[in-house]
């Protein structure tokens, strides 16, 4: 069974600060994975979708790379900012089965 | 413009009670999905249906149920038997494929 964990759990950053937050997935067998942003109270937001032929994916100030072989993907966020404040999710789909979902990294940036 | 539609935001539940949470999509998604978000938790998969009458049971199925009678609507009802409900609930819907979801706003259901 898929197994999503993200690293840390909590981040506080000055802002400014490039920062890189963790994602590991036990099954390597995914064709996708999606990284989003949650605000406190809110729904998701999708922020990247990297499809498992690709390495990278980039969104303005968003970079997420996608290593399947060693089950890990990173989302890096360059030159931080307080409105980047909120919960970053990763997910991948297991084999036929929907999204699974890491715990999340909370993320502060600090002014 | 297209998008999913949770209502209500806010949902109070008394013991005992069953309660319906809706989602409506207008995206034109075959699939829609049920997650149950916990403090500390991350999100649960609770249903999921990639056809309209159709559908299969997630992690935490029990005390849950869904239709889905038209491809834009799969509506969640929480039955008295779930026992802890007080929860926040989002619904996503996605294309058939390597493709990447939507999800609504959710809805905060809380057992009074």
């Known amino acids: 069974k898929q197994e999503v964990t993200q690293i840390p759990a909590a981040l506080s950053v000055p802002e400014g600060e490039n920062l890189v937050l963790n994602c590991s997935f036990t099954?390597?067998?995914?064709?996708?994975l999606q990284w989003f942003r949650q605000d406190p109270g809110k729904g998701l937001t999708s922020l990247l979708l990297?499809?498992?032929?690709?390495r990278e994916q980039t969104s303005g100030r968003l970079n997420a790379s996608l290593d399947k072989s060693s089950g890990r993907s990173t989302l890096y966020i360059a030159a931080s900012q307080p409105g980047d404040s909120a919960t970053y999710l990763c997910?991948?789909?297991?084999?036929?089965?929907?999204?699974?979902f890491g715990k999340g990294t909370r993320l502060s940036v600090i002014a | 413009d297209g998008g999913i539609t949770q209502s209500p935001k806010y949902l109070f539940r008394k013991e005992g009670q069953n309660v319906t949470l809706s989602c409506e999509q207008n995206?034109?998604?075959?699939?829609m999905y049920w997650y149950r978000q916990d403090p500390g938790q991350g999100l649960r998969l609770i249903y999921y249906?990639?056809?309209?009458?159709?559908?299969q049971k997630g992690d935490i199925a029990e005390g849950y149920s869904v239709s889905r009678e038209k491809k834009e609507s799969f509506p969640l009802t929480v039955t008295s038997a779930q026992k802890n409900p007080t929860a926040f609930y989002l619904c996503?819907?996605?294309?058939?494929?390597?493709?990447?979801?939507?999800f609504g706003s959710g809805t905060r259901l809380t057992v009074v």
């Open positions: 990297i499809q498992s032929s690709q």
């Open positions: 249906s990639q056809i309209v009458n159709d559908f």
């Open positions: 995206l034109n998604h075959d699939a």
């Open positions: 099954d390597s067998a995914i064709y996708n």
């Open positions: 996503a819907s996605s294309i058939q494929g390597p493709y990447g979801y939507t």
């Open positions: 997910a991948v789909p297991s084999g036929n089965t929907p999204l699974v």
